[in-house]
């Protein structure tokens, strides 16, 4: 990856195609994975692929993925760990918000135990609680960075307003929303952390593999150029903005060495705008 392909957030410079490490667990987000070799395998072959920023969540199976991580990469070295806090698991698919402050500096504590790290690179609210004040749950992430429990902060999930409102009470680097090729119902907030300097998280960056199927929307123009639909799909993403972070996932290396090979993909001006035609 070349320093065009870079984004810094709080003094912190990353590639910008990333790792998402939601599908290193169990079903359902629960629990642990088949094959925890490979899951540890494909963390190790990301950092030598380039990637250096992998974002996770203490609800990924939970704490599962956190202590993988861990066990494959501590010490950590340049790559970066954003975590997450903000959601209960009660069970496979299922994610209760809890942004109650005590709960959610108690999830920072064991997330830096977890990860063996004495502050965390990046710390998101993975939801506003919406039976919680903002500004308490606010308030509590600009308490820990104040405090160097974290070292930058992030936001997931959030409107515009959202955003907004947050940075009367503590410096936002990131914010992650759902986001795609075809589903681009936060664009409103990708076009106001561009123009704010903020990095912007999208996850599902292939639609949880709807993207990447045969005959899917991608297909035809990514077999015109000899790529795969999910390499295409990452590539826009890439171009889209300045400001874009994708964090493609998966439990497989070979699915892995694919997903990299997106950031060397230069798309031209003309298959940019046939692929920014297409949303929901």
């Not at 704490?63 to 494959?72: D, F, P, Q, R």
């Not at 698991?89 to 209760?96: A, K, L, S, Y």
């Not at 503590?170 to 990708?190: G, H, I, K, P, W």
Request: charged share 20%.
């Amino acid at each position: 990856m070349t320093s065009v392909s870079t984004f810094t957030y709080a003094g912190q410079t990353v590639n910008r195609l990333g790792f998402g490490a939601m599908r290193i667990t169990g079903d359902g987000v629960w629990g642990y994975p088949k094959d925890r070799d490979e899951c540890r395998a494909v963390l190790r072959r990301s950092t030598e692929l380039g990637v250096n920023f992998i974002d996770t969540a203490n609800s990924y199976g939970p704490y599962v993925s956190e202590e993988l991580i861990a066990e494959a990469l501590h010490p950590f070295g340049e790559v970066k760990i954003a975590t997450k806090a903000g959601l209960l698991r009660t069970g496979p698919g299922t994610w209760v918000p809890c942004g109650k402050a005590d709960y959610l500096r108690q999830e920072c504590e064991m997330s830096l135990r977890r990860l063996g790290q004495e502050s965390l690179d990046l710390f998101q609210l993975h939801r506003i609680d919406p039976d919680v004040s903002p500004d308490e749950q606010f308030g509590l992430l600009a308490a820990l960075l104040a405090e160097g429990k974290v070292r930058a902060v992030g936001l997931s999930n959030v409107s515009v307003d959202q955003i907004v409102a947050a940075r009367r009470i503590v410096t936002v680097s990131t914010v992650q929303n759902a986001y795609n090729v075809t589903a681009r119902q936060s664009e409103d907030v990708l076009e106001y952390c561009e123009a704010e300097g903020i990095g912007f998280i999208p996850y599902f960056p292939i639609a949880a593999g709807n993207l990447a199927r045969r005959g899917g929307p991608l297909d035809e123009t990514a077999s015109a150029l000899g790529i795969s639909p999910t390499q295409l799909s990452l590539a826009w993403l890439l171009r889209r903005s300045p400001v874009m972070l994708p964090i493609p996932g998966t439990s497989k290396v070979a699915h892995l060495v694919e997903n990299c090979a997106a950031a060397k993909v230069e798309l031209e001006d003309a298959t940019f705008a046939t692929l920014d035609a297409l949303r929901d």
